[in-house]
């Protein structure tokens, strides 16, 4: 009985903090690991990267092909993100479309890197439906820290978002880093 219990805690805890969709992190799960990250770089004196992406015209895809392909779509970027991140880093879906990866030991230029990366590898990914196939691009914000003791989580997701929403602004399916 106690270990049937503790079985159906543990399940319920892994619940939480999975975004029942993709299967990814949730938010709550992405803010307790990234919070436990930052100490760790702190601690090591280590840089850490943020990237923050939102697929670009999705409510576009909801409305033309309905949600059900809207979700596959969300799926499917997911599992590409999936494959071109490291192990180390931590991947989430913060809610609807918008996305973050936290990366230890990863410098602005390398977080860049990823971002690019993982804008070709989207516009390649082709969800295959009954009336054609979808191609989805994105808008990327990347902040870093090379001294973390001088900042936040809350901090390097604000510049992050920030520079996401100057690459909205400037036309979509770009990346830019933070000030």
Known sequence: MEEELQHA???????????ALTGLNN???FFNLGKQLLHQAERNLTPVALIMFDLDYFKQIN???????????????????????????????????EFAILMPQATLEQALTLAERLSQAF??????HSKGQITCTASFGVSALE????????SLIAEADKA?????NNGRNQIRAAN
Not at 9 to 19: F, I, M, N, Y
Not at 123 to 128: A, D, L, M
Not at 164 to 168: E, N, Q, S, T
């Open 164 to 168: 996401l929403y100057v690459a909205k």
């Open 63 to 97: 409305d033309r092909y309905g949600h059900a392909l809207g979700d596959e779509t969300l799926v499917s970027i997911a599992r590409v993100t999936e494959g071109q991140i490291r192990s180390s880093d931590v991947l989430a879906r913060l809610g609807g479309e």
């Open 123 to 128: 516009f390649k990914n082709k969800i295959v």
């Open 9 to 19: 805690r543990l399940k319920a805890e892994q619940l939480a903090d999975t975004d």
């Open 147 to 154: 001294v973390v003791a001088t900042k936040t989580l809350d």
């Open 27 to 29: 938010r709550r799960a």
